[in-house]
């Protein structure tokens, strides 16, 4: 087991599992070769594992799902040549899905680097999503979930590994770390400037994301109508930006967790930043539990009233002064 399975991420499936509550589906973002794969094989031991105390890692279930021998579980990956997962792939997944399983338990499929699909194999798999057969699971490892059809995303449980990891390969990563390093703001002075600065990175971030759209679509765009162009494009950076932005957020938020947990004493080990243990620490020396805690409400208010129409220099500036420790 490694340090990423300790994550929330791992306690959240485990307890779904426990109270027969598990999704159908979970999109696992991490490394579909690393983190991710690893989440996949450890959920699948829970389904299979013989023993009480799942998943024990040594009965011949767990084995039989490390060796890629349980012959209930079906992996699907992107073709060597073309770095493609066919629809006849993703069709021949179902069809096995949908047979009645061989040792009478669950059944299971995999699709390892599932952004991999092409938009055929995608339309492929939706109508399994949305009628699932019972005692089935699929399990979609990928690194870019921006890249499957949001349709797909949406008829799936969305577990993200490792997020201080997966976040630090993100262009916003490092100025938000500068961010924290002030935080908690001193004065209202200084929570109007954090404010600003929070706003800045999104708008930089804005003008990143349309240049990337506009990229994407030029082929696309050929075909179409202006004003349908520039309506597929709003959307699409709309879309995008909100999803930046709910990344930032739980960054923000996963950090006054790890304050939270600090302030209790919990081993470094179980953080999500983890590596920014000095930074968190020198912190910890402004935070107690309960501030931490008024913290985590602060960022997630944050986070709700973004949905609504207020201007966010208003919801950063008024967010970041209730962050100031009097
Ligand atoms: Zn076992």
Redesign the pocket.
């Known amino acids: 087991m490694t340090e990423d399975l300790h994550s929330s991420a791992w306690e959240g499936v485990k307890q779904s599992y426990a109270s027969g509550r598990l999704a159908h589906a979970y999109v696992i973002v991490g490394n579909p070769r690393g983190n991710g794969y690893q989440f996949a094989e450890s959920l699948l ?1 829970l389904l299979f ?3 009480v105390d ?6 011949n ?2 084995r039989k799902i490390e060796e890629h021998k349980q012959i209930d579980v079906q992996w699907v990956e992107p073709r060597s040549k073309s770095r493609q997962i066919l629809a006849v792939d993703i069709r021949d997944l179902i069809k096995k899905l949908s047979q009645t399983s061989y040792e009478g338990g669950w059944k299971a499929g995999v699709i390892v680097s599932a952004d991999c699909m092409n938009e055929s194999s995608e339309n492929a798999l939706l109508k399994t999503l949305e009628e699932p057969p019972k005692k089935t699971i699929l399990l979609l490892l990928t690194e870019a979930p921006e890249s499957l059809l949001p349709t797909i995303i949406s008829r799936c449980h969305k577990v993200v590994l490792g997020l201080g990891r997966q976040a630090a390969r993100s262009s916003w990563y490092e100025p938000l770390m500068e961010l924290m390093t002030e935080l908690p703001p001193q004065s209202g002075l200084d929570a109007a400037r954090l404010g600003a600065q929070l706003k800045g990175l999104l708008d930089a971030l804005k003008a990143d994301i349309a240049d990337e759209v506009e990229t994407d679509f030029s082929a696309e765009a050929e075909s179409m109508e202006e004003d349908k162009v520039k309506e597929v494009l709003d959307a699409r950076v709309k879309a995008r930006l909100k999803e930046v932005q709910e990344d930032i957020f739980r960054v923000l938020l996963g950090w006054y967790r790890d304050l939270l947990l600090l302030a209790y004493g919990v081993e470094v080990d179980y953080l999500d930043y983890a590596n920014e243990e000095s930074l968190l620490r020198q912190q910890l020396t402004v935070h107690t539990p309960s501030s931490a805690l008024h913290g985590i409400q602060v960022i997630e208010r944050m986070a709700s009233r973004l949905d609504r129409n207020i201007p966010d220099t208003q919801i950063f500036d008024e967010g970041f002064r209730q962050l100031i420790r009097g």
Do not use: V, W
């Not at 799942?54 to 009965?59: H, K």
């Open positions: 031991k594992c013989e023993a799942r998943p024990c890692n040594e009965c279930g767990c």
